[in-house]
């Protein structure tokens, strides 16, 4: 059985998973610890990567190089883009994309890395719908299915997120899901993203955001379960 990789950017949001699986090793990479073992009777390998798009791209090599994983589950925090959208509900990815990739002076689309057959890069319909059914079990909120944004910026004004919105059509923006994505598509790895709303990206982001952090973390470690045992 080849082990699930399941990712947080900070430790609050992998302490839950680390407290309830059954260890069986750890193993350090690139300066990331990796806990290898079991976890409602599935083979994980459980790591923070770290907070931003390098440190995450890292850690997903990583566990698919060393640990030969079948695929990544990436959970944490998000701001949301999408009006209709609460702090405390969740988002899973339908896709992801780096929003701050810009080579528009060439004439390209925002968002839109030259050279390359795609950008956007599709997270897995199994996985999705894993995701979908464990979420709305977990939030009294709602849960939705959307294009989640990255970029190596906490985003905390209005105009930004109404440019998020309108150039790139995202439902929620955070700062590691599409490194996550981008490395699972060159190397043909299964991925999804699952993230709580912790903020409206604007001017209360920061205090929202740090409110939430515990919450969050419950719930993401709620879900990520429920979708293990149904695997
Ligand atoms: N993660 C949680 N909230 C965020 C925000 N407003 N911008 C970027 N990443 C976030």
């Known amino acids: 059985e080849k082990p699930i990789g399941i990712i947080g950017a900070m430790e609050e949001e992998i ?41 995450a791209a890292v850690c997903t090599q990583v566990l698919i190089d060393r640990f030969q994983i079948e695929a990544v589950i990436f959970t944490g925090v998000a701001g949301a883009l999408d009006p ?32 390359q057959e795609t950008s956007e890069f599709p997270a897995d319909p ?32 209005q105009e930004t997120v109404r440019q998020l919105r309108e150039q790139l059509n995202g439902v929620c923006v955070e700062m590691e899901g599409a490194a996550v994505a981008h490395v699972c598509h060159l190397n043909d790895v299964p991925f999804v993203v699952i993230r709580s709303m912790s903020d409206r990206a604007d001017h209360s982001a920061d205090v929202n955001f740090q409110e939430f952090a515990a919450v969050a973390a419950r719930r993401s470690n709620g879900i990520v379960k429920d979708m293990l045992a149904q695997k």
């Open 84 to 115: 209709e959208l609460e702090i405390g509900d969740i988002v899973v990815s339908s896709s992801c994309q780096q929003h701050d990739v810009d080579v528009t002076p060439l004439g390209l689309d925002k968002g839109v890395i030259p050279f």
């Open 126 to 157: 199994t996985w999705i719908q894993l995701a979908e059914k464990a979420a709305s079990a977990w939030t009294e909120g709602r849960a939705i299915t959307g294009k989640v944004l990255s970029g190596d910026q906490f985003i905390a004004d």
């Open 15 to 55: 302490a839950l998973f680390l407290k309830e699986m059954e260890q069986e090793r750890t193993e350090e990479h690139a300066g990331i610890s990796f806990y290898i073992g079991r976890l409602v009777d599935r083979s994980v390998v459980i790591c923070r990567s770290g907070v931003g798009k390098v440190n």
